[in-house]
């Protein structure tokens, strides 16, 4: 569970298990994220509203989200993406449905295979020594005729990220790889065609609870 820290005009919240340690927050709006305070570690009046959103918007792992206190809700993405890390997570942002549950506008989700909080990344590429290029080679596809909306990822039993929405994967650099409205991400760490499923999941015998 969030565990949320209200400020004047905006609630700050920090959902622990999502948390990858980027340290982003720390490192861009020390005042407020405070890591190593006596007490609340986020102090969403020590610094001013823009800090707090600019750190939860950059939060890759969506950990970090913040709800304005004078508005019914967060604006929409423009442009839903996911960004390859190179030897790490799929980082997406974007408007969200990650197993059928309303999720932040960012999240890391596992492609290694041996997060033990599939289908989000808990940091286990790492210890794992996981190698995997961020840098995908590019594929034509056609512009989207629309970039927002919502994304769906459903983690199939056993299989990939099942992904339905408007998408641009790109590499970690930034570069397009593909626009998508239908794809399978790799989350087993063995295909050959990563970031996309190519079926290696099946010889290689991947367990993994669907949603
Ligand atoms: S999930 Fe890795 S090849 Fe299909």
Redesign the pocket.
């Given at each position: 569970m969030p565990k949320s820290y209200e400020g004047q005009e905006i609630i700050v919240s920090f959902e622990p298990k999502k948390c990858i340690h980027s340290r982003k927050c720390a490192q861009n709006a020390p005042d407020i994220f405070n890591v190593s305070a006596d007490g609340d570690w986020i102090q969403p009046d020590n610094g001013d509203v823009q800090q707090s959103i600019n750190v939860a918007n950059t939060c890759p792992s969506g950990a970090i989200t913040y709800k304005l206190k004078n508005h019914a809700a967060n604006p929409d993405i423009k442009i839903n993406t996911l960004h390859v890390w190179e030897n790490g997570p799929l980082a997406l942002r974007g408007n969200l449905d990650i197993a059928n549950q309303q999720a932040s506008q960012n999240a890391t989700l596992c492609r290694c295979g041996l997060s033990r909080k599939k289908p989000f990344c808990d940091g286990a590429h790492l210890k794992g020594g996981f190698q995997a290029t961020g840098d995908a080679n590019s594929i034509e596809s056609e512009p989207l005729e629309q970039t927002g909306g919502q994304v769906h990822i459903k983690p199939l039993e056993n299989?990939?990220l099942y992904v339905t929405g408007n998408l641009e994967i790109c590499a970690g650099s930034g570069r397009l790889i593909k626009r998508v409205t239908k794809t399978?991400l790799?989350?087993?760490?063995?295909?050959n065609n990563k970031p996309f499923?190519?079926?290696?999941?099946k010889a290689t015998g991947?367990s993994a609870e669907g949603a």
């Open positions: 299989g990939p399978a790799c989350r087993c760490g063995k295909s499923c190519d079926g290696a999941h991947f």
